[in-house]
C-alpha cells in the first residue's frame, strides 16, 4: 500500500516507465488467455483442412498441403439447410418482435383491467423450467396440432418461449418514452395503430435491434427444438444438422472427421459476420442494463 | 449499488412503471350508471386487443404443457394405450429412483464448478481489461473475448468433444490426449471414460479458461461505472492498485456478482445442453434435465431398476420436482435479496 506513496515521490521519468511494465505484463496475461479462449477454434481451423491420412498422423499440428475439397464437399451437404436455417430464425425474429411490440404498446398505453396481474403471468410463466413443458409441448405440437415436420412447428413454440422476456423488455422501453409525444399526436387525431407504427416502433430500434439480434443468434444456435420437431435430416436447421452428421460420421465418412469440422466452420461464418457488423450494438445491449431485469 | 452499475436505466423504468400502475389502479373515477359502463370508462377494454397475438401463442405453446405437465404427472401416460390416474404413484418412484438423485448430484457439481470458475474468470478479465493504460487495446481485446459468442453454441461443444477430448482408440488423437502423451502419460477416453471422475472432470473443463461470453463484459461496464474521484480519493488514501480490486471493486461489484450467482444457479440446475449433443447418458453425466428428456421421449431408453408404469407422466412428475426446487430457490433468493437491501 505504501508502493503507492513512494511511486508518488518518485521522478515522473521513472513513474512512467514503472507503469509500462507493469502494462506489458498484463498485456501478456490477457494474451495468453486470449490464445488459450481462441485455441478450440484454431484447432478446428487446422483439423477442417486436414486430409484422411494428415488426420491419423499429425492430427494436432497445422498439416500441409490444405485440402480445401473438405469445405466444397462440406458446402454440399449443409447448404439448403443453412438456408432454411435463414429462413425460419428471421421468421422467429420479425414474429417475436412485432408479437412483443404489440403486446407492450397495449400494456403500456391502454388502461386494462387486471394489468400488473397480466405482467405477473408473464413473468410467472417465464419461471417454469423448460425441462418440465417439453414434453408436453413436444405430445401437443406433435400430435395434437401435427406440426410435425413443418417451418410453423419450430417459430410458433420459439416465439412463444421467447415472449415474456421481450415483452418485459420492449414494455419497459416502451414506459420510458415520454407522453408528450403520444398527446402531440392524439390532438392532430393520430390513431393508436399509427401511432404505435410511427411513434413506438421508431423510437424503440436500440431495443428493437438489440432483442431481435440476440433472438437472431439464439435461435440460429436452437439445436433440441427442432431436432424433435423435423423428421429427417433433409428438414434440419443447422445446428440440428451438425450434430446428425457428427453421430454419423463413423459410417457415413469412415470415421473421417474432415469434412465434418469443415462444416463447423462453414456453419460458424453468418453469425460471425453478423457479429463483426454488429459489435457495437451487441456490447451496447449486454451492457445497458436492460438484460438484467 | 445495483442500480448504479445498470447505469440507472432499469431502476428508474421500474419505479414509473409501478407509478404509473398504482395510478392506473386508483379508484379516482366515482362509479355511475351499470357496471359495465362504468368498466368502459375507467378502463380501456380494447387495449386487450394489443395482447391477443401474445396470449394465443402463449396458451398455445407454454400455459397448456405446464398444465398438461402438472396433470399428467399423476398418471400413467406412456407407454400403455390408455391412461389413467394413479395419484401420487409416480412422485414415490422418484423418490426411490437413485438415478435421478444422483444426476441431481451430478447437476449441482457441473453448476457449482461451472459458476465458481466462471465467474472468477469473467470478474479477472474484466479486472485486467479495466485495468489497462490504453481504452483502444482494451476494447481490442474485448472485441477478440467476444468472438467467442459468435461461434454456434452446438460447433463449440461438438469441437470439444471431437478436437480437445478425443477418446483413445479412435483413428485420430485428440489435443488433451496429445498434450498427455508429450509428458508420457497415456490418454483417457474423457467423456466417454469409465471412471466417472474423468467424464465430471471433462464436462467441467469444457469451456476452459471461461472467458469468452458476455458475462465479463456486465463486469467490466460495472467497473467502468465506479466514480473517478472514488478512485482518485483512494489512490491518495495509498491503496495499491492490486488492493484497490479488493477493496473498491469487488464490494462495488457486489450486487452484479450475487444476481450472476442466483440466475446461474437456477439456470444451471436445467442445463442439459452437452449431454444432449454429445449423448452422455452414462450414469456419471447424467442429469435431471437429460433423464427426463430421455424418460419422456426417447423410446429406446429404460431405467431397469425402477418400475415405472408410464415413461412421459413419470418424466412430468420429475419435471415437477425440479419445478419446485427451483421455485424454492426463487423465493429464498427473493427473501435474501429484500432483508439484504433493507439492511443497506
Known amino acids: 500500500m505504501s508502493g503507492a506513496t513512494q511511486t508518488a515521490a518518485l521522478p515522473i521519468a521513472r513513474r512512467r516507465k514503472k507503469i509500462r511494465i507493469s502494462q506489458i505484463v498484463l498485456v501478456a496475461i490477457t494474451l495468453i488467455f486470449l490464445v488459450l479462449t481462441l485455441y478450440p477454434f484454431f484447432m478446428m481451423l487446422v483439423r477442417s483442412v486436414k486430409s484422411l491420412p494428415q488426420e491419423m498422423y499429425d492430427p494436432n499440428t497445422l498439416t500441409f498441403p490444405f485440402q480445401w475439397e473438405n469445405f466444397s464437399e462440406a458446402w454440399g451437404l449443409i447448404d439448403e439447410s443453412i438456408l432454411r436455417t435463414f429462413g425460419v430464425v428471421i421468421l422467429i425474429t420479425a414474429g417475436l418482435l412485432l408479437v412483443a411490440s404489440l403486446t407492450a404498446y397495449g400494456l403500456t398505453r391502454y388502461r386494462i383491467p387486471g394489468k400488473g396481474a397480466i405482467v405477473i403471468a408473464f413473468l410467472a410463466v417465464m419461471m417454469v423450467p423448460s425441462s418440465l413443458t417439453l414434453i408436453p409441448q413436444y405430445q401437443l405440437v406433435v400430435v395434437n396440432y401435427g406440426m410435425a415436420g413443418t417451418w410453423q412447428g419450430i417459430i410458433l413454440p420459439t416465439i412463444a418461449g421467447a415472449l415474456p422476456m421481450a415483452i418485459f423488455l420492449i414494455r419497459t422501453f416502451f414506459m420510458g418514452l415520454p407522453n408528450e409525444i403520444y398527446e402531440a399526436a392524439t390532438i392532430d387525431g393520430c390513431s393508436n395503430l399509427r401511432m404505435y407504427f410511427s411513434i413506438a416502433l421508431p423510437l424503440s430500434l436500440p431495443i428493437l435491434a438489440t432483442q431481435g439480434l440476440l433472438t437472431f443468434m439464439s435461435s440460429y444456435n436452437d439445436f433440441l427444438w427442432p431436432y424433435l420437431i423435423m423428421q429427417s435430416s433433409e428438414q434440419y436447421t443447422i445446428s440440428a444438422l451438425l450434430v446428425r452428421l457428427t453421430r454419423t460420421a463413423a459410417t457415413t465418412q469412415n470415421g473421417y472427421m474432415g469434412v465434418t469440422i469443415a462444416g463447423y466452420v462453414l456453419a460458424s461464418i453468418p453469425l460471425l459476420v453478423l457479429f463483426v457488423i454488429c459489435n457495437k450494438q451487441f456490447v451496447k445491449g449486454i451492457t445497458s442494463g436492460s438484460f438484467k431485469m | ?344
Not at chain 2, 252 to 259: A, E, N, V
Not at chain 2, 261 to 271: D, P
Request: proline content about 3%; hydrophobic content about 50%; some cysteine.
Open chain 2, 1 to 344: 449499488m445495483r442500480e448504479g452499475i445498470a447505469e440507472g436505466v432499469p431502476a428508474e423504468a421500474e419505479e414509473s412503471v409501478q407509478g404509473a400502475e398504482a395510478a392506473a389502479s386508483s379508484p379516482a373515477v366515482r362509479r355511475h350508471g351499470p357496471l359495465w359502463k362504468f368498466c368502459f370508462k375507467k378502463y380501456q377494454i380494447q387495449g386487450f386487443l394489443w395482447l391477443i397475438p401474445a396470449a394465443v401463442l402463449l396458451v398455445m405453446f407454454s400455459v397448456i404443457p405446464i398444465v398438461w405437465a402438472v396433470i399428467y404427472s399423476f398418471t400413467d401416460w406412456g407407454f400403455l394405450s390408455t391412461v389413467s390416474f394413479i395419484g401420487f404413484e409416480n412422485y414415490g418412484i422418484v423418490f426411490g429412483d437413485s438415478l435421478f438423485w444422483n444426476s441431481l448430484l451430478n447437476v449441482i457439481l457441473f453448476t457449482v464448478c461451472g459458476l465458481l470458475l466462471g465467474n472468477v474468470a469473467a470478474l479477472a478479465l474484466a479486472e485486467m481489461l479495466y485495468n489497462y493504460a490504453s481504452e483502444k487495446l482494451a476494447s481490442k481485446m474485448r472485441f477478440g473475448f467476444l468472438l467467442i459468442c459468435a461461434v454456434p453454441s452446438v460447433v463449440s461443444l461438438l469441437v470439444w468433444s471431437k478436437v480437445i477430448f478425443l477418446p483413445t482408440g479412435g483413428s485420430a488423437t485428440g489435443v488433451m490426449n496429445g498434450l498427455l502423451g508429450l509428458f508420457g502419460a497415456s490418454g483417457t477416453d474423457w467423456y466417454l471414460s469409465n471412471d466417472p471422475n474423468i467424464v465430471r472432470l471433462a464436462i467441467v473443463f469444457t469451456g476452459f479458461p471461461f472467458m469468452g461470453g458476455t458475462s465479463f463484459l456486465i463486469y467490466y461496464a460495472g467497473l467502468q461505472g465506479i466514480n473517478a474521484e472514488v478512485i482518485e480519493a483512494s489512490k491518495l488514501d495509498g491503496l495499491g492498485s492490486f488492493m484497490r480490486v479488493f477493496r473498491l471493486d469487488f464490494p462495488y461489484l457486489r450486487g452484479t456478482i450475487k444476481y450472476f450467482l442466483v440466475t446461474g444457479l437456477i439456470g444451471g440446475l436445467q442445463n442439459y445442453n452437452i449431454q444432449v449433443v454429445l449423448e452422455l447418458s452414462n450414469e456419471a453425466a447424467m442429469v435431471p434435465g437429460y433423464y427426463i428428456y430421455l424418460t419422456g421421449l426417447s423410446s429406446s431408453f429404460r431405467n431397469d431398476e425402477i418400475d415405472v408404469l408410464g415413461g412421459m407422466g413419470y418424466a412430468c412428475a420429475m419435471g415437477m420436482i425440479m419445478f419446485l426446487i427451483t421455485l424454492v430457490l426463487t423465493i429464498l433468493q427473493n427473501v435474501f435479496f429484500k432483508s439484504k437491501e433493507d439492511e443497506a
